[in-house]
Nanobody, 122 residues
Framework: QVQLKESGGGSVQAGGSLRLSCLAS????????MGWFRQAPGKEREGLAS??????NYADSVKGRFTISQDNVKNTVYLQMNSLKPEDTAMYYC?????????????????WGQGTQVTVSS
Protein backbone atom coordinates (compact mmCIF):
# COMPACT_ATOMS: atom_id res chain seq x y z
CA GLN A 1 0.00 0.00 0.00
CA VAL A 2 1.15 3.52 -0.73
CA GLN A 3 2.63 5.40 2.18
CA LEU A 4 4.24 8.81 2.15
CA LYS A 5 6.28 10.16 5.03
CA GLU A 6 7.31 13.80 5.22
CA SER A 7 10.24 15.09 7.25
CA GLY A 8 12.62 18.02 7.49
CA GLY A 9 10.38 20.70 8.91
CA GLY A 10 11.40 22.98 11.73
CA SER A 11 11.59 26.54 12.97
CA VAL A 12 13.66 29.11 11.10
CA GLN A 13 13.95 32.85 10.89
CA ALA A 14 12.73 34.78 7.89
CA GLY A 15 15.20 34.52 5.04
CA GLY A 16 16.30 31.07 6.10
CA SER A 17 16.10 27.75 4.28
CA LEU A 18 14.78 24.27 4.86
CA ARG A 19 14.72 21.10 2.79
CA LEU A 20 11.72 18.84 3.16
CA SER A 21 11.78 15.17 2.23
CA CYS A 22 8.96 12.81 1.28
CA LEU A 23 9.84 9.13 1.42
CA ALA A 24 7.50 6.84 -0.49
CA SER A 25 6.98 3.18 0.35
CA UNK A 26 4.85 0.58 -1.36
CA UNK A 27 5.09 2.76 -4.44
CA UNK A 28 7.71 3.70 -7.04
CA UNK A 29 7.75 7.43 -7.66
CA UNK A 30 9.88 7.50 -10.81
CA UNK A 31 6.93 7.53 -13.23
CA UNK A 32 4.31 9.04 -10.96
CA UNK A 33 3.05 12.53 -10.30
CA MET A 34 4.25 13.82 -6.93
CA GLY A 35 3.34 17.10 -5.31
CA TRP A 36 4.00 19.28 -2.29
CA PHE A 37 1.21 21.08 -0.49
CA ARG A 38 0.74 23.12 2.67
CA GLN A 39 -2.06 24.04 4.98
CA ALA A 40 -2.01 26.85 7.49
CA PRO A 41 -4.49 26.98 10.38
CA GLY A 42 -7.87 28.15 9.17
CA LYS A 43 -6.86 28.04 5.52
CA GLU A 44 -7.41 25.61 2.69
CA ARG A 45 -4.72 23.27 1.49
CA GLU A 46 -2.51 25.02 -1.09
CA GLY A 47 -0.66 23.23 -3.87
CA LEU A 48 2.95 24.36 -4.16
CA ALA A 49 4.81 22.22 -6.67
CA SER A 50 4.54 19.05 -8.69
CA UNK A 51 6.93 16.81 -10.58
CA UNK A 52 6.39 14.04 -13.11
CA UNK A 53 9.33 12.55 -15.02
CA UNK A 54 11.16 15.84 -14.97
CA UNK A 55 8.19 18.03 -15.81
CA UNK A 56 7.81 20.56 -12.98
CA ASN A 57 5.13 23.08 -12.08
CA TYR A 58 5.07 25.66 -9.30
CA ALA A 59 2.46 27.83 -7.69
CA ASP A 60 3.10 31.53 -8.19
CA SER A 61 3.43 31.99 -4.44
CA VAL A 62 6.64 29.93 -4.30
CA LYS A 63 8.08 30.24 -7.79
CA GLY A 64 11.71 31.31 -7.61
CA ARG A 65 12.02 30.42 -3.91
CA PHE A 66 11.10 26.72 -3.73
CA THR A 67 12.55 23.88 -5.78
CA ILE A 68 11.04 20.42 -6.13
CA SER A 69 13.24 17.47 -7.04
CA GLN A 70 13.30 13.72 -6.70
CA ASP A 71 15.79 10.93 -6.16
CA ASN A 72 14.44 7.77 -7.77
CA VAL A 73 17.07 5.58 -6.12
CA LYS A 74 15.96 6.78 -2.68
CA ASN A 75 12.31 6.92 -3.80
CA THR A 76 12.14 10.37 -2.24
CA VAL A 77 10.82 13.73 -3.32
CA TYR A 78 12.34 16.93 -1.93
CA LEU A 79 11.25 20.51 -1.53
CA GLN A 80 14.09 22.98 -1.11
CA MET A 81 12.71 26.15 0.42
CA ASN A 82 14.78 29.34 0.35
CA SER A 83 14.07 32.92 1.36
CA LEU A 84 11.40 31.74 3.75
CA LYS A 85 8.78 34.21 4.93
CA PRO A 86 6.49 34.18 7.98
CA GLU A 87 3.56 33.52 5.65
CA ASP A 88 5.19 30.21 4.67
CA THR A 89 4.36 28.93 8.16
CA ALA A 90 2.15 25.85 7.72
CA MET A 91 1.98 22.09 7.85
CA TYR A 92 3.58 20.72 4.70
CA TYR A 93 2.42 17.53 2.99
CA CYS A 94 3.36 15.52 -0.04
CA UNK A 95 0.84 13.68 -2.13
CA UNK A 96 0.58 11.67 -5.31
CA UNK A 97 -1.95 11.10 -8.04
CA UNK A 98 -2.15 8.23 -10.48
CA UNK A 99 -3.86 9.91 -13.43
CA UNK A 100 -4.80 13.23 -14.91
CA UNK A 101 -2.93 16.49 -15.13
CA UNK A 102 0.13 16.72 -12.88
CA UNK A 103 -0.09 20.21 -11.49
CA UNK A 104 -0.20 21.61 -7.95
CA UNK A 105 -3.45 23.31 -8.98
CA UNK A 106 -5.14 20.09 -10.08
CA UNK A 107 -7.45 17.85 -8.11
CA UNK A 108 -6.93 14.19 -7.35
CA UNK A 109 -3.90 14.12 -5.10
CA UNK A 110 -4.04 11.75 -2.17
CA UNK A 111 -2.16 9.33 0.04
CA TRP A 112 -1.17 12.16 2.34
CA GLY A 113 1.42 11.59 5.00
CA GLN A 114 1.26 13.01 8.50
CA GLY A 115 2.91 16.24 7.37
CA THR A 116 5.86 18.19 8.69
CA GLN A 117 5.52 21.55 10.41
CA VAL A 118 7.37 24.60 9.12
CA THR A 119 7.44 27.71 11.28
CA VAL A 120 9.06 30.92 10.06
CA SER A 121 9.57 33.75 12.52
CA SER A 122 10.11 37.38 11.62
Amino acid sequence: QVQLKESGGGSVQAGGSLRLSCLASGYTISNECMGWFRQAPGKEREGLASILMGSINYADSVKGRFTISQDNVKNTVYLQMNSLKPEDTAMYYCGTKRSGLCSPRSEGFGYWGQGTQVTVSS
